[in-house]
């Protein structure tokens, strides 16, 4: 099958659908991916080999921008299984996202926050995901919220926790009627100001916000109660599609504020014309910059991080060439001790990293700017 078969293909399956509908779609032809993607027979291999592990998952929409016949192709490393997905280095909690859970789906790692794991479930699995350890088929231990009444019994004990991150997997998976649920359980609670909800799905699944308008009408009627903010995970400019900015309009339109989390990714969005690119067309349309996030060292997917010092020379040329509104976002290692915002480099022997503590982890006593000494190597710090 050639590419433009391909495209033709999945334009027809498409026609008409609504978002459940292609859902279902792409999870009934992900499960047969190394057949009906144009690869070769070594790739089809790897593909059949890393699903025992962790599955992979292709949303029919998203896989027309891919350029399957290009193996350097950024959207074709996002999804597809390398070999370098063997290597067992690295860790399945970079964050420290255990010690953070007090009730099985609720962490409550930083004072005025609690995160809802609301599904393990998403509309396509990237492979270098930081929580791929609810999908890996040899980790056990189920972690999305079960009980939400002692989740909200919790929240509504802790007057500190002023918002509610809704995150997964993709919480935009859920049912409408799911939300609404969890919004009026929210809603409950009188410290409760903002809700904040991580999603892929304007990129993966943007059909989600434009067929479902119960959707739009849910979020259009707590936007008096709380600040609802969708914070939109975009790798690459390629992803921002007329579909995608019809939905982000939607999601405007129904009273959500929009910010970018971006998870900075070796051979994805690691130059400068592509992040400068990505931060400039989400800023044009209401995605206001948030976070740019160092990648992790997450077990099997170790490949796709950079050195400190390449990250942070990437970051000041894209700050050089964006205006002001444009270039507030932090650069951001999310460690387990908090949020260590990434500041420079100062030469020197040894080489020093310039960071400050944006947030910390409850009970610890650490803050302020730092200098660590660092290597042209070092791309991560265990001991802070």
């Known amino acids: 099958m050639t590419n433009t078969d391909f495209n033709i293909?999945?334009?027809n399956s498409l026609s008409g659908r609504d978002w459940k509908e292609e859902l279902i779609e792409s999870l009934r032809r992900s499960h047969q991916a190394e057949d009906w993607l144009p690869l070769s027979p070594a790739e089809r291999d790897r593909v059949t080999q890393a699903k025992q592990s962790f599955p992979m998952m292709v949303p029919l929409g998203y896989a027309e921008l891919v350029d399957w016949q290009n193996p350097d192709d950024p959207l074709r490393q996002l999804l597809l299984p390398s070999e370098s997905e063997k290597d067992k280095s690295g860790s399945l909690d970079t964050s420290g996202e255990e010690i953070s859970t007090v009730v099985q789906g609720l962490q409550h790692k930083y004072d005025q926050t609690a995160?809802?794991?609301?599904?393990?479930?998403?509309?396509?699995?990237?492979?270098?995901?930081?929580?791929?350890?609810?999908?890996?088929?040899?980790?056990?231990?189920?972690?999305?919220?079960?009980?939400?009444k002692e989740a909200i019994a919790y929240i509504a004990e802790h007057p500190e926790i002023d918002n509610v991150l809704l995150s997964g997997g993709d919480p935009m998976i859920s049912s409408t009627r799911r939300l609404a649920n969890l919004f009026a359980a929210?809603?409950?609670?009188?410290?409760?100001?903002?809700?904040?909800?991580?999603?892929?799905?304007?990129?993966?699944?943007?059909?989600?916000?434009?067929t479902d308008p119960e959707?739009?009408?849910?979020?259009?009627?707590?936007?008096?109660?709380?600040?609802?903010?969708?914070?939109?995970?975009?790798?690459?400019?390629?992803?921002?599609?007329?579909?995608?900015?019809?939905?982000?309009?939607?999601?405007?339109?129904?009273?959500?504020?929009?910010?970018s989390q971006i998870a900075l990714m070796k051979g994805i969005n690691d130059s400068p014309n592509t992040?400068?690119?990505?931060?400039?067309?989400?800023?044009?349309?209401?995605v206001i910059p948030q976070y740019l996030f160092h990648p992790r060292p997450v077990k099997h997917a170790t490949s796709f991080q950079l050195p400190i010092v390449e990250g942070m020379q990437l970051i000041e040329a894209v700050r050089q060439r964006c205006s002001g509104p444009v270039k507030r976002f932090r650069y951001?290692?999310?460690?387990?001790?908090?949020?260590?915002?990434?500041?420079?480099?100062l030469p020197g022997s040894p080489m020093q990293l310039v960071a400050k503590w944006q947030q910390v982890?409850?009970?610890?006593?650490?803050?302020?700017?730092?200098?660590?000494?660092?290597?042209?190597?070092?791309?991560?710090?265990?001991?802070?």
């Open 9 to 11: 293909v999945e334009k």
């Open 115 to 148: 995160v809802l794991i609301v599904t393990q479930a998403c509309a396509g699995h990237c492979r270098y995901c930081f929580r791929r350890r609810l999908m890996s088929r040899d980790v056990l231990v189920k972690e999305t919220i079960e009980d939400l």
């Open 186 to 210: 929210i809603a409950s609670i009188p410290h409760i100001w903002q809700i904040r909800i991580s999603t892929k799905l304007p990129a993966f699944l943007p059909s989600r916000f434009t």
């Open 215 to 259: 959707l739009l009408n849910v979020l259009h009627q707590y936007k008096s109660r709380f600040q609802i903010v969708i914070q939109s995970h975009f790798d690459h400019p390629r992803e921002i599609t007329p579909a995608s900015i019809r939905a982000l309009e939607a999601l405007q339109q129904a009273g959500c504020l929009l910010t």
């Open 275 to 286: 992040l400068t690119e990505l931060f400039k067309r989400l800023h044009r349309y209401g």
């Open 332 to 345: 951001i290692l999310t460690h387990e001790d908090g949020k260590l915002e990434l500041v420079g480099i």
């Open 361 to 384: 982890r409850r009970g610890l006593d650490k803050s302020g700017v730092m200098l660590v000494p660092i290597d042209e190597k070092t791309c991560w710090m265990e001991e802070i």
